[in-house]
């Protein structure tokens, strides 16, 4: 009992205050009205007290009188007195402490006075009544109350049957039965059968069962027999038993409860004339048994679902539905009296105590049985009426009124949503899947949910914001509990679905696609009727799966649809399986999902999702090199199902954009897929020249002419996908998480990951950005774009986008602001004149780019705008190829195909009249907008050439090198965009062309053709895949334009002679002497394409050697892409053929990827063969046979005044300064030295090595005569010395005739000049990869060198012919045959000691500063001697080549010694004659200067040019090429053979007379 505190004073005080305020607070709580609470206040404050006296803190009687003197305050005080002594009588009875015991009857005792003996005989213990007395024995008291108890419960009144009279029944019967309509009412009839009951002695029991019996007859009559039995009855209870006993007498076996026994249950329950509790026990069966059913039919539905997953033999399938059939005809359910009774209970209306039975039994096993389903059904149609048709009933439909039911106390009817909440949501849920039974209902409540769903977008009242958000909730819980389950159950429904679509597409995806989850993973596994559907669902699919072909796609797609009506999701999931493992069936399965309805079409969209999202899936195939091929297909069917049928994107494009936000990129396929189909816009890098053509063209021209596959009809794909992106604002989130991504593949994601595949999947996230910004920008309009794409610099610097993807985004932008101003200022000022329109197009570009040139002044340090404008690289950037040209020939070839379709269709007689003229009405109009596109875009190119001729002068500056300027331009505009796209490539080439064309101030041409073939091996290496296709699409437009340069001496004078692009000195400002510029003549110029042909070459062998995938990948795809252009040469394509056979022969079983690709351009490379041109043919070379290599190897301006050296020279300058700024692409660099910088300039001046003036051309040209003479393939030697020599020549070309034939059988005809170099050359070549910087090593190698050529002399060693490509270096020349010329033709113009020489001339120019001015007026004399010298040196050898055969080994090294002697003198003087020429141009600039090349790289260049000189100083004709380095080294040797070469004194001194002879 709850104590209420007494004061601890009080009991203190008891005497003095604390009685007082006792009883003054017992009158407060008694005068208290607090509707009972002040008895449970009074009883507290009585026990606390009399508590105190059993403790022993107060005495007896003290308290005694006080409780005496409260019992006037309220009459039933003496009973809640009794009621604290009963409750103090169990306490003190539990206790061990006697005191207390005795303290407590001793109060009681006290208390009599005052307590009723009755009321304690009552409430106490009968030991505690005997211990106060009143009672004598506690045990016969006990005795007397059973027997007391036993006569008033147990006893009944017998009455005597033969008392009885069968006429009182009969008239009873006849009284209830009587017809009621008068105005008889169950009063008067109830003093009838009180009379009848006293005249004929009738039981009272029987006459209630017999009142019972007749009301379940005329159970229709509820209100009279109702109020009948209220009036009659006495006890429910007994009403209750007599109702049970009626029950159990239908429990027997084969007996069935008439429903009218149930329906007077329910009356009577409904209206409480019993209770539930109390008819519940009686009825059959008990609760455990309903469960244990349940659970039993879901363990049968679950092995059902089993069997049909499993292969059964047709024989055993027959036995089972044999046995099936038996057990159904055997088992008749037994009659369950609970459901009968619920459903009499839902019948009346009464859903209080339907909703307790049903709480009593498993989730949805009442609503299970069709009866009770129905009849909650119905109950919630008349619940849901009114507001229905306030609300949910659709225009023009009048609806079938329902009459309400008379039952006052049934559920309320609805008149908002609201009343929703109170009964009809929780009536839905115990229905649950069962409300597939009614539709009519189904569709009710979902017209309702739509009604709410409008009214909850358009009520923004705060006050009903909770309100709504409950009631929304609740009805995704029915859409979720009720709505889809039930719609599994539903026998292809089609118009349920669509209707359950109306409310449905008014959800937002997130919720739609949380209930198809819940749908497909979890309804389907509670109840045993959705198990059983769900696993006939799955083996329906099998079966139609299995007969689906492209052939019955139509009858396939019908059953499909039916299927898919009631369980898509289950369908789905079983079809997207299929097709992960079998891609082949994407085309038929997309064509029969035609008879989809909306919402499986969105389920659809769910189910992909779902799948790709599949945590147990691999994303990436075994071997980590390649996507999986599940996702591949499932891609595939993206792109296919979400063109073809309207299903809402928003979904798979936010799953996209969160996978990229995880740094995923694999997904990115399914967007290129999506974007592909819907838009029609292809990405791909295997574009043939008339595809990418078109893509230069307008959009028109793109979509005709600029894909595979001419996809058409994407203009509502199309629409709805820029619509889904702009409504969900995933446009630009997408473009810049991919721009991000592409260097997230890299640097993030790709750490464990295979290269190959972090190379694919970089070039899966390029191609789809390119293909992504590539919609948006066709699609959008210019405000949607404009308003989305934020600035250049914001997307740089804030959002960190690269600066190439960057430009991308933004272009389509530029474009469209500058045509809108251009459309402004057109309307603004009427006129129309051509220049009028152009000056009007120039102030627009201005207007809208002005913001962009100091934009992009943010995105680069402060010193590239020294070398580049920002606005020439903004223009870079903004324009494409639409602009600069027009592609004439692609719009004709449209045309024409147009004109041929409409020929054909009339030509056609099956196709009918009315489809005739509308193909050519469509042609025709196509071919009219192609046209007008056509003509559109020329005049826009002819604006656009007009700006930028206007804008030229200010592009470049002159305060900045040509060279730093070419490497700026190279760095931050030319390479990365030539990757960026295959038509970014083509643009790149096009650009330079054009910035040359318009004769633009500054821009070196020839520089930048040749930095960009001089040093692509670092490119390629460092391209993927598809960056590689680019790559070499942009050196095929580069090599074209040079080629037809090449190829025509007309062309080349008029497109390159007096342009600014080709003058091959660069003035540095401030310098005076020698600035005068000359262009480069035409055969110069062959000269210059052949050492960038041989350049290319030998990058491509050295990539293809490297073993490197990546690099041998790359320069097959490069080399495959430039093959129209290169290789011209036959030499060069003869180095090219062998080294890709080894990689065909190597790479056969290791890499088959590589030697697929081998093999596919070995095969081309064979077919180019027809067209390939002797190298004499490509560019003639004049130098005399043997100077020819000393010439080009010296690479210095003064060393011959002869113009085939002066064109080597150049050669060799541009190639220097090639390798020399091979890695200037990849960061700035700076001047080594100012020596270094000096020897650079002179020695390229413009950056390649003999582009000097035309002056010093022409004047070697006049002192050359003799030299021109010399060469045996132009003209007969004019001297008898020459003569001699060309006898002697045809003598020893007869010799190797023999040995010429077993080479023919390789795979290249090698001279056998080089196979006597092989070793030698092996040791170079190896020199040259590792990049040896040390002389030391080389040394003993020469001699080894020197001894194995003298071998292979003598036996003539054939292997040697099989090795001569080994490496792509430069070999030496000996003039053993006429072919030894063709040989040299390679090498003269490709030694790579150029670098070499470079640094030597540096060196050289150290020496010679002080005399150049001197020695500058004294060059053409020394270049006649000179020339004396040469023609006399050069018999003199000759003869004692012819000797050399026929002396031993030691003679042959004494003659080495002689020409190393002869080769150091020869050096001292050409480096006098070396600075003559190079003062002139001693502070020109130069891009070597730029690209410092390591101290060991240049040693090795120099140790290889030293070792070839000192390996071919065997042959006496060999003039001396070296620089100070070479010299030193011959030397060294000389001097350490001196002891051991008794001739060698006499042999030098017979040649310093020879040469005095010439001088």
């Known amino acids: 009992m709850a104590t209420l505190i007494l004061s601890g004073e009080w009991i203190k005080n008891w005497e003095k205050s604390g009685k007082h305020d006792f009883v003054q607070l017992c009158k407060e709580l008694t005068e208290k009205s607090d509707h009972g609470n002040e008895i449970k206040d009074i009883q507290a404050a009585l026990y606390e007290i009399c508590l105190q006296v059993v403790q022993g803190n107060l005495k007896i009687d003290l308290v005694s009188t006080v409780l005496g003197e409260m019992m006037e305050l309220r009459d039933d005080l003496p009973s809640v007195l009794a009621d604290v002594f009963c409750i103090l009588d169990l306490e003190t009875g539990a206790l061990e402490e006697k005191n207390k015991r005795d303290h407590y009857t001793h109060l009681v005792g006290a208390c009599l006075s005052f307590v009723p003996e009755a009321i304690l005989k009552e409430r106490l213990d009968p030991e505690t009544l005997e211990s106060l007395g009143l009672i004598k024995q506690a045990h016969q008291f006990n005795q007397k109350i059973v027997k007391i108890k036993t006569k008033l419960f147990y006893k009944q009144q017998k009455f005597n049957l033969l008392r009885e009279e069968n006429e009182g029944y009969a008239k009873l019967i006849t009284e209830l039965g009587q017809d009621l309509s008068g105005n008889i009412t169950s009063n008067l009839v109830l003093e009838s059968i009180k009379s009848l009951i006293g005249c004929f002695n009738l039981d009272p029991n029987r006459v209630l069962d017999i009142i019972l019996e007749v009301y379940e007859s005329r159970s229709d009559q509820d209100e009279f027999f109702l109020s009948l039995i209220k009036s009659y009855m006495c006890e429910p209870v007994t009403l209750c038993h007599i109702l049970g006993f009626k029950f159990k007498f239908y429990q027997e076996p084969n007996e069935e409860t008439p429903k009218s026994l149930y329906h007077i249950a329910a009356a009577l329950l409904h209206h409480n004339l019993i209770e539930l509790e109390d008819l519940y026990v009686h009825l059959m069966p008990v609760d455990a048994t309903i469960v244990e059913e349940h659970k039993q039919e879901i363990s049968e539905a679950k092995q059902i679902a089993r069997k049909l997953v499993t292969v059964v033999l047709p024989s055993e399938k027959s036995e089972e539905k044999e046995k099936e059939k038996e057990e159904e005809k055997n088992d008749k359910p037994p009659d369950n009296q609970k459901l009968g009774l619920l459903e009499a209970l839902l019948r009346i209306g009464d859903w209080h105590h339907a909703q307790s039975i049903m709480d009593q039994m498993p989730s949805f096993y009442a609503t299970s049985h069709k009866a009770i389903a129905l009849a909650l059904c119905q109950l919630v149609h008349l619940t849901l009426e ?91 819980s029915i859409a979720d509990q009720v709505l889809l389950p039930s719609l599994s159950l539903m026998e292809c429904n089609a118009c349920m679905s669509e209707e359950l679509w109306g409310l449905f597409k008014l959800f937002p995806y997130q919720h739609r696609y949380r209930l198809y989850g819940q749908w497909k993973n979890e309804t389907y596994s509670g109840h045993p009727l959705l198990v059983k559907v769900k696993a006939q669902t799955v083996e329906r699919a099998k079966y139609i799966m299995k007969r689906l072909t492209k052939e019955n796609v139509k009858q396939s797609g019908r059953q499909i649809g039916k299927l898919s009506h009631s369980n898509p999701t289950i369908l789905f999931d079983y079809l997207l399986s299929q097709i992960q493992w079998y891609d082949n069936l994407i085309v038929p399965v997309v064509d029969s999902l035609k008879y989809l309805t909306s919402l499986n079409y969105d389920v659809l969209a769910y189910c992909i999702i779902e799948a790709l999202a599949n945590p147990e899936k691999e994303k990436m195939k075994h071997d980590d090199t390649t996507l999986s091929s599940w996702l591949q297909s499932l891609a595939s069917l993206c792109g296919a199902v979400f063109r073809k049928y309207p299903i809402e994107l928003a979904g798979l494009l936010q799953y996209v954009t969160n996978q990229l936000k995880a740094g995923k990129s694999f997904d990115l396929l399914i967007l290129k897929e999506v974007v592909q189909k819907m838009a029609g816009i292809e990405i791909t890098d295997e574009m043939t020249s008339e595809q990418l053509e078109a893509m230069t063209g307008g959009e028109q021209l793109k979509a005709e002419g600029g894909y595979f596959g001419q996809i058409r009809n994407t203009k509502k794909s199309s629409q709805r996908l820029k619509d889904t992106l702009l409504d969900h604002e995933l446009a630009l989130p997408l473009c810049l998480l991919m721009a991000q991504q592409r260097n997230g593949v890299v640097f993030l994601e790709g750490g464990e990951k295979h290269l190959k595949l972090v190379g694919h999947l970089y070039d899966q996230c390029h191609d789809t950005l390119v293909q992504f910004g590539g919609f948006l920008a066709s699609n959008l309009s210019t405000e949607d774009y404009i308003k989305r794409v934020p600035s250049i610099d914001i997307l740089c610097n804030q959002f960190h986008t690269p600066h190439d993807a960057a430009f991308f985004l933004s272009r389509p932008m530029y474009a469209h602001q500058i045509l809108s101003r251009y459309d402004e200022l057109k309307k603004a000022e009427k006129g129309n004149r051509q220049q009028q329109k152009v000056h009007k197009y120039v102030a627009a570009c201005e207007h809208v780019m002005t913001p962009v040139h100091e934009a992009v002044v943010s995105l680069h340090p402060a010193r590239v705008w020294d070398d580049l404008r920002p606005q020439f690289y903004a223009t870079f950037w903004s324009l494409t190829m639409y602009d600069l040209a027009v592609p004439h020939a692609a719009y004709d070839r449209e045309v024409n195909k147009l004109k041929v379709q409409i020929k054909a269709i009339e030509e056609n007689p099956e196709i009918p009249m009315n489809k005739k003229k509308k193909e050519k009405e469509r042609c025709t109009a196509l071919q009219e907008k192609l046209q007008e596109e056509e003509k559109k875009q020329t005049e826009h190119v002819q604006r656009v050439l007009h700006r930028l001729k206007l804008e030229k002068d200010s592009w470049l500056l002159t305060k900045s090198t040509k060279n730093e300027t070419i490497t700026k331009f190279l760095q931050l505009c030319l390479f990365p965009r030539c990757i960026f796209s295959s038509i970014d490539a083509v643009y790149c080439a096009r650009f330079v062309e054009l910035v040359h064309q318009q004769k633009t101030p500054n821009f070196c041409t020839l520089l930048c053709y040749d930095r960009v073939f001089s040093a692509i091996i670092y490119t390629v290496a460092s391209c993927t895949e598809n960056e590689s296709h680019r790559y070499g699409r942009f050196l095929c437009c580069m090599l074209e334009t040079v080629t037809r340069w090449h190829s025509d001496r007309s062309v080349y004078e008029k497109e390159c002679v007096n342009y600014p692009g080709f003058l091959t000195i660069f003035r540095a400002a401030g310098f005076d002497g020698g600035n005068k510029a000359d262009q480069l003549d035409y055969e110069n110029f062959r000269h210059v394409v052949h050492k960038w042909h041989y350049m290319l070459t030998k990058a491509s062998v050295h990539c293809l050697e490297t073993g490197d995938y990546t690099h041998i990948r790359n320069i097959l795809i490069v080399l495959t892409k430039i093959l129209p252009c290169y290789p011209k040469v036959l030499n060069l394509g003869q180095a ?223 292997n040697a012919a099989t090795a001569t490509l080994k490496s792509p270096n430069p070999r030496s020349e000996s003039a053993e045959s006429e072919r030894d010329h063709k040989r040299r033709k390679l090498d003269s113009h490709s030694s790579p000691s150029h670098s070499s020489s470079v640094k030597d001339n540096s060196n050289e120019l150290k020496e010679s500063a002080s005399k150049q001015h001197h020695i500058n007026f004294n060059s053409v004399a020394r270049s006649k001697s000179r020339e004396k010298e040469m023609e006399k040196k050069d018999t003199e050898n000759t003869q004692g080549r012819s000797k050399e055969k026929k002396e031993d080994r030691k003679e042959r090294k004494r003659d080495h010694t002689v020409s190393d002697r002869e080769t150091s003198q020869e050096s001292k003087r050409r480096k006098d004659e070396n600075g003559t020429n190079s003062s002139k141009n001693s502070q020109s600039t130069s891009p070597s200067c730029d690209s410092p090349m390591s101290p060991e790289k240049e040693k090795s260049k120099r140790s290889k ?3 070839k000189e000192k390996a071919e100083s065997v042959k006496p004709e060999r003039t001396s090429s070296g620089g100070k380095k070479e010299s030193r080294h011959d030397k060294e040797k000389s001097e350490k053979k001196e002891k051991r070469d008794s001739t060698a004194g006499k042999e030098e001194k017979k040649h310093h007379k020879s040469s005095d002879k010439h001088r």
């Open 1136 to 1358: 090219l053929e062998c080294r890709v056979h080894k990689i065909c022969l190597e790479e056969k079983d290791k890499r088959p990827d590589l030697y697929a690709l081998a093999m596919g351009y070995s095969g081309r490379l064979k077919s180019q063969k027809v067209h390939m041109v002797p190298e004499n043919e490509f560019h003639h070379k004049d130098q005399p046979a043997r100077s020819a290599t000393p010439a080009s190897q010296q690479n210095g301006p003064g060393g011959t005044s002869k113009p085939a050296a002066n064109a080597s020279k150049t050669e060799e300058g541009v190639s220097e300064d090639g390798d020399r700024g091979k890695d200037k692409p990849q960061g700035t660099t700076k001047p080594v030295n100012k020596a270094n910088s000096t020897a650079a300039k002179v020695t390229t001046s413009n950056g390649n090595g003999a582009l000097n003036s035309t002056k010093a051309v022409k004047d070697d040209k006049e002192k050359s005569g003799k030299e021109k003479k010399e060469k045996k393939e132009k003209t007969p030697g004019s001297t008898p010395e020459a003569k001699a020599e060309n006898r002697r020549e045809k003598q020893r070309d007869e010799r190797a005739g023999k040995e010429e034939r077993v080479v023919r059988e390789g795979k290249e005809k090698t001279p056998k000049a080089d196979r006597e170099k092989v070793k030698l050359e092996e040791k170079s070549s190896k020199d040259d990869k590792a990049k040896a910087g040390n002389e030391e090593p080389a040394e003993p190698a020469r001699e080894r060198d020197a001894i194995k050529e003298s071998k292979s002399k003598e036996k003539g060693d054939r």
């Open 1505 to 1507: 040019s030293s070792s």
């Open 386 to 476: 009114p507001l229905y048709r306030r609300a949910g009933v659709p225009k023009g439909a009048k609806g079938c009124a329902l009459q309400p039911l008379k039952n006052k106390r049934a559920p309320q009817p609805t008149e908002s949503f609201e009343d929703l909440r109170k009964d009809t949501f929780s009536m839905f849920c115990y229905l649950g899947p069962h409300l597939s039974h009614d539709p009519i209902l189904f569709a009710k409540i979902v017209r309702l949910g739509k009604a709410f769903m409008k009214e909850y977008q358009t009520d923004s009242r705060p006050e009903a914001k909770d309100k709504m958000e409950i009631l929304l909730s609740c009805f995704l």
